[in-house]
């Protein structure tokens, strides 16, 4: 699925790999790229992101992508979503910005790969997880690895709510050289433990606290400067071509749609 507009919904945009849990699967080794999904669920259905995953689905990539202006009625309302056991699945170089949850959620799953990400200005929390076990867990000769995420390489910034909300503490994941920055404030609060903390349990090995120095972040604008912070995580820029392209009158009909304004929300969403 590559270079598609999917814009003014009222559920997710992407749904790929579906079968529940940890059972047999077919569905393996999707690409999802360069595809600008934007202003879902707008308040009115939950439980939806930018993207859904379910289930089993090794060797699927969803890479240079952009989301943003997610909202959900009640919970969810996020960019990259990994419901029950999700598994085997990278999500690099995707750009994923105002959304009403989470950045990125998982719900539970193993061995899943998010890095050399944007992840920006969530209101709840920036990244989240639902559940530390496995629901009907894999049996050994399933031979699905025990880790159940890694986060690395991501610049992380918010302005509300907290980097990480969830069973952290439970969970077995790797996290490392990430750059958070809270624009409000320092960032403290990593699922209620300080980035300290966390590197001293081990995790977020290389992360850092600092401004990435984004060209303006406020018009979300993402390009990073020279002798950007970001580099000393590792970080690799790339460039944003989330695009219809092909026939000229399909690109116009895609970059010309009114989307619906963003601060006319029905109240009860908030």
């Not at 999802?32 to 090794?58: C, F, K, P």
Request: net charge neutral; aromatic share 14%; proline share 5%.
């Amino acid at each position: 699925m590559i270079h598609n507009d999917i814009g003014d919904f009222f559920y997710t945009g992407i749904s790929v790999d579906w079968t529940w849990g940890y059972q047999r699967s077919f569905a393996k080794a999707s690409e999802i790229a360069y595809n600008h999904v934007h202003h879902l669920g707008q308040g009115w259905l939950s439980d939806m992101g930018g993207i859904y995953t379910l289930g089993r689905s090794e060797g699927t990539r969803a890479h240079h992508n952009w989301f943003h202006h997610i909202w959900a009625h009640t919970y969810g309302g996020w960019g990259l979503y990994t419901d029950e056991g999700s598994t085997g699945i990278l999500f690099e170089n995707n750009l994923v910005h105002d959304t009403k949850d989470a950045s990125f959620h998982r719900h539970y799953g193993r061995d899943n790969t998010v890095r050399d990400n944007i992840l920006a200005f969530s209101r709840d929390c920036q990244v989240r997880v639902s559940r530390a076990d496995d629901k009907n867990p894999p049996a050994a000769a399933d031979n699905v690895p025990s880790i159940r995420l890694r986060f690395e390489h991501n610049l992380v910034v918010w302005e509300s709510g907290e980097a990480w909300r969830g069973p952290f503490t439970r969970l077995e994941f790797r996290s490392s050289s990430n750059l958070w920055w809270n624009y409000r404030g320092p960032a403290t609060n990593f699922a209620g433990r300080t980035l300290a903390q966390w590197q001293a349990a081990g995790q977020e090995a290389g992360s850092l606290v600092a401004d990435p120095g984004f060209e303006d972040a406020a018009a979300r604008r993402f390009r990073l400067p020279a002798g950007s912070p970001a580099a000393a995580v590792g970080f690799q820029p790339f460039e944003l071509r989330a695009r219809v392209d092909g026939d000229p009158g399909r690109v116009e009909s895609a970059r010309s749609a009114p989307m619906p304004g963003f601060g006319r929300l029905p109240p009860w969403s908030l």
